[in-house]
């Protein structure tokens, strides 16, 4: 399903490369890569060691870049970033890399994440008569970098640091440096690469893979990374705590080719879906997986239980930002959008439906009533996660509690209300067990938002909101 | 694949409507569910009985209708085309539905498919002193019907499609009647379904599905029905032959979901790869699909061979019209587009590959040096169908018979040219058997892509070559 | 005065030229010196002598050409077009130069003016089979000149020049030939300039202007051009008529700077305000002119009258096809669009406004309105040729006679009407005098609308409507 | 002329409206009655009591504007910008009014004119820790404003205006106040009407013209104006100097139909043509100016010169953004662009020709050569300003002083030069005299560009160059 059906939002990503002549074509293919992580907006930022260039815009990165001029973009290295607000302005000056000016130099920016402390960051620092031009957090950032008239340094980046809580992933671009961080818990993923003699940054590995590039290790909680022309120095700038990789990049959000904190996100699916199978069975005709992120699941399940595996559900490739939403009338006549069945596959069979994860329900109740309505006989769902319950801080933009179905119901009432003939969700432990295949390699995740056990204290994010500039 | 990388163009789309106040707008979407057989262009003209209404454009359906007003676009009647150009001249007056006025009414034409007498009619007709717009195929119909100042009727119109030879789909509209022809094989797909109280006519029966319709039958070969407010009348324009429906529309053109000729399109991609798997079975790890249009096959390869399925290809998503593509030189360097392999899946793996065909040979070589250099041990290429030897003259753009590699090169050649461990085609038998599961009822398919039988005679379609008008 | 609120709508211009390696060029420059006769669409043909290629569009030559690939437009031949619709219709088909291809060759047609027979011109077409594609009657003559079979020359060109009747200015082009044509009695300009040994063929001779050319010759009533490479040769394929050049073309439709007939627009303009200062003086403190099209007029009243011309409208540049319209609500506020008065010049003087025509008289008013509520003691209104009775059936798109205020209203009802402290206009006499300084050279002009001595019968011009093809 | 041609760009202008449901709509129409003053971008913020909205873009007002949605921009009170940018960079975030938001309200600015301070105050706020967004001395105001956490007052804002040095009309926004302020020598124009109970300030009054507001003062040099539900309070921020008023306004910048500061801009060119007929009289047989700018000062001249005035100099009125600029090879074999001379009126005529003023001397000399290509006999040049020999640094982007012909020849040679039979510049006294028509009024004008006389010191401003973001 995509994200904005489900209600879950997608986060950001971030791509850096340090000392390649073609920078920031890398980037784009890099950010490319990547657009699942945000379809909102996308930048670079290049620098050629004297100067730093930006093309940024509101859109697709295809639909960002395919009037820029790479030739004006020249340098050899770049940052660069994919967009979704969590916030509700869409506006272009939220775009990212932000990027400041001064007289004695340039900084860009690049953040995935959320910081919860932000909102009194901003207050102190406009009571010292700072103004801040976007409404993300991630200005916070630059202006303790900032303050006192500081320039950008190793130093000053980790007092920075150490005054923001929060889940991040960091890209901090100067004329001639580079630095990258991650925090204590190592919620959000950052990975190092290599391609030749150049160094790369990504949120995710498939950005490796896109560009030819190899994967050389993940970016270590805690760890603030200063890459120049010297090569590349990594210090500790916070006391290093255990992993807590966001469980919902294996279960949701990630490509299913890119390896989060080393395991391979299809096959932690596939596990998932195992596990499922093991552990909640169903009699069935066959097995259908909700496209696309519920596919290596679904194939998962089948593998484990011998059923087969068939497309009852295709997904509709040219639904895009510009297809016209049918009318409630003609959905009501069965107009279909991204989702359609396939009769002949489906009709007269009792169907395993596996979905990655349900959060409002709407959906699912969708799906289900679309199988019944070609024909199927039993829909059994079975979810490839453990239930959704509490909201995210960490950069995830959920739905809020009172949307979340399995925040106010019973299993036994949540089936009857998406019209299932049977419900089941993988267990937190399968959950563990299909993802930490090792775990003195993997660590732990952040099963926050399944189990409300949050690594950080939150005492609550209240986004000051600003109205949007709209621009042309 | 898509399918201009393998040098396979898609044909042409068609749909019809008669009897629903939306017509327009489900129109819209029944073209949106076809967008895969044609890219180039759509258009809609629409009938509120007094007159007729076009809206066209060049670009995918999204792109041509994000800014119609479909207010205007009133009336209960209504023919779409999404059009692949099968000559160079992208234009926007080769985009069909093409619209002609006279003192006494106008007619709409859409049409998938070929001639094969066209020039020859071109000539005949100019040499009266018709003056045609276009350079397609299509607009000698409406001279053939408008000949002597002729009237568009029932009579008119098997007049002038009893001196057409080709293969083609045509619908028809005047201000009120709709016209549904299908040449006397049956090559191209036609299908008749019911929304309510209205008719349906579609190249394809997922857009019966997207709209919510129910198929209701074929259209026969040689039949020519009429459509007007005293329903619907089916009349013989030719004898019937035996039908020929091109094998092309399983292995490759249509959509999964789609039932052509009764036959389910993943269904028969499915048979077709379980025959595979038991004429070319293979000593590997893994089956793995080339997405999008090799994923029935290779599921079905994989239970017949009790080989697990895994996706060890990844198709880019987002890899659109306004895509980047990267240069030589990073492309070299590893820098991917539509493709790319998963590392930690593939490595140190024997695979087969499934893949539903091999035009040119190009594309297959790239994906087996890409899965070779991603760590694969072993590639062993399964295609889904019978080798293409031979061009196709009834409305599927394929390379020229120089370019097809099976034409030109013996098996263990082409096994060499692409870098397999081994290759296998699917035999004729076994896609005849994987297609044509009822012979009673499908009849028979037109194979002459691979096997050289047309069922028409062809002399060499001599097309005329126009400049193109270029338009904003 | 702008012309789309007056109720006069522009015509059209044609340009040619034949034997200049940067044609398209060239005829870019051309048509755009001759943007005011034509806002709606432009287009331009080029030939290298083997095939036609034209680029076409919708709006002004700027917004058509902008995105233009003049090294696709190579040849050293090009006609173009820039047009005002005189029917609704709003369509990329109807854009000219119409281009026409078939297997002998292709032909193209650029068209200013209007045929009064052009509806039992196409019954008759339509008759026998033809199928026409535009709205326009431009397509009825390269009907005329096909019917049959035949090929494009002069004899053809002679045969179909003799079956239409009205106001017209033809250029035709082939692959290797150019024709030039005008009506027997000359209504419509058209005149041949030399580009170095290029030949240049224009509506109006400021195209010659732009582009560095030098005026040669008028094309002829009744003549026909071909040009080739062997050279210029004229015939006559009508009996030459007494020169009947519209009037209008110098009280409005013509730049200044042009020479219609050997007589400089704005000096016969100039011309017409002195006359109309010797038959209708005035006590009054200033000339004011509406601009921009009455300003040589009210310099030539100012000069005759010796009263001092000041700028006491000014007219907004930048008020175009983008513009926000005031809601009326705002407009009765005081909002002003295009013409704003000087109160500092105004405020307590006696005006004599001069305007070239008034043809509904709601500018007028308007404009009356405006100065005295900026503070004018009287405003006395003089216009700069007859009143306007008659509609025009030969290519300018005025009212019709139910609004045509002069029709309907004597002078004193006028005056009331638009609210002014006088009115007059100027003689037929007096309009004659001014243009017609040497009458052995100029012959006569066609004063239809103004005195309705119609020089061609006319039977009321019946238009087929046809529904318009929306385009992107 | 126009401005980018001479060498002289425009400055920029301000509208502002308090009280008006329709605020946003009446500050598009004021903005663009000003679009003369700056071309490059243009945006409105509008404040509803409790929130500021801002739309803002690249291009003209109506370009800006054309897809703006007024419902969303509710509110009556607005302020508006055009602009002109004096640096490289066309970049969306230098676009006016800026816009600022704190976690206790919001702030907009829009400026007219240059602080020549501007690069050390900057450099002061970045040492202490401000992060400054755009290149732009208006952002620099607002960080003296807000410096250690102020809120914006009148306080304040006298505070930070006792900062800055230079040429500048301020318009400032918060939630519910709106502050104007103008600088000690009041270089730069900026007046008040009333439209009803709202009260309007503009750079122009012809902005008061356009929506039919009333002016009802200037804002005097040194005034700082606060406007809210309680009525405007003024107050004075500075010592009074001597109005200073830029000439260049009443030479060229301004629009013949505003008053400046009392005076109507027509009249005074009028008057500075007939101050040059007087001091520089000619043998000649017509008057012609270069349009549109010197065409008042022509008309003037030909009245005290009793020679006829005559429209011998065409202004191509389509010549916008999107015209494709002739190659070097076209334009010298005679495309014209903006300028064409009328032969007929031209030709064997001894010309005054009138132009505003001179900078580089390019265009004047390619004028004379036009007129003479095109016949004319002598072409007595006569400038109806004195000669600019000095920068401005007050806000209009002259050339350098390398440039300006008259800072580097003599009065014969730079005749020679343009090619002209002879050449007079009007004396600082005439147009003193033509422009000061009460000195108890008007008091004293800023002749430095002519002079050298600077009102206030300039130590050369050295403006900081940043890189642009280029936006889609």
């Known amino acids: 399903m995509h994200a904005e059906d489900k209600g879950i939002n997608e986060e950001c990503g971030v791509f850096g490369i340090w000392g390649h002549e073609k920078a920031a074509e890398l980037t784009y ?6 657009q699942h992580r945000g379809q909102e907006g996308a930048g670079i930022v290049v620098s050629d060691g004297s100067q730093l260039k930006a093309h940024k815009g509101l859109g697709l990165v295809n639909d960002v870049f395919k009037h820029a001029n790479f030739s004006t973009l020249q340098g050899d290295v770049a940052i660069g970033h994919v967009r979704y607000s969590t916030q509700g302005a869409k506006t272009l000056e939220n775009v990212q890399p932000l990027l400041f000016h001064s007289q004695k130099g340039s900084m860009a920016l690049a953040h995935n994440g959320n910081l ?8 102190d620092l406009e009571e010292e008569g700072s103004i801040l031009q976007t409404s993300s957090d991630t200005e916070v950032l630059a202006h303790l970098i900032k303050r006192n008239g500081n320039e950008v340094s190793e130093e000053t980046i980790t007092e920075a640091l150490n005054q923001v809580t929060g889940a991040y992933a960091y890209l901090i671009l100067t004329e001639n440096q580079m630095f990258v961080a991650l925090d204590p818990h190592g919620i959000r993923p950052l990975s190092i690469g290599r391609l030749g003699d150049a160094y790369v940054v990504a949120s995710e590995t498939c950005a490796f893979g896109q560009i030819g590039a190899v994967f050389e290790r993940e970016v270590l909680p805690g760890e603030l990374i200063m890459i120049d022309h010297g090569g590349l120095i990594s210090t500790r700038f916070a006391m290093r705590e255990q992993r807590k990789m966001c469980a919902m990049e294996y279960v949701y959000l990630s490509r ?3 390896d989060v904190n080393h395991v391979n996100v299809h096959a932690s699916r596939k596990n998932m879906g195992k596990e499922l199978a093991k552990e909640a069975p169903s009699n069935a005709d066959i097995v259908v997986g909700v496209p696309d992120s519920s596919t290596s699941a679904a194939i998962g399940y089948a593998e484990e239980s011998g059923l087969p595996y068939e497309m009852g559900i295709i997904k509709n490739r040219y639904v895009g930002r510009t297809f016209i939403q049918p009318s409630q009338e ?19 069979k009792r169907i395993v439906m596996i979905d990655d994860s349900i959060v409002r329900g709407t959906t699912s109740k969708r799906i289900v009533q679309m199988l019944k309505k070609a024909g199927a006989k039993e829909v059994h769902v079975r979810i490839a996660s453990p239930a959704i319950q509490h909201p995210c801080y960490y950069g995830i933009d959920m739905s809020t509690r009172e949307e979340l179905i399995a925040a106010n119901y019973e299993l036994e009432e949540i089936s009857n209300l998406i019209g299932a003939d049977s419900l089941a969700y993988l267990s937190e432990a399968g959950m563990e067990k299909a993802i930490l295949i090792d775990k003195t ?3 732990g995740i952040c099963t926050a938002c399944m189990t409300g056990k ?4 939150v005492d609550g994010p209240k986004k000051p909101f600003y109205p949007a500039c709209e621009v042309l």
């Open 29 to 34: 293919y890099g950010l490319h890569s990547m």
């Open 330 to 348: 003609l959905r009501e006549q069965g107009v279909k959008m991204k989702l359609s069945p396939v009769r002949s596959i489906i009709e007269g």
């Open 116 to 123: 919860v402390n932000a909102y009194a960051l901003r207050s």
């Open 454 to 457: 949050y690594p950080l204290p």
């Open 256 to 258: 299913p080719d890119s």
């Open 441 to 443: 390699i993997h660590q």
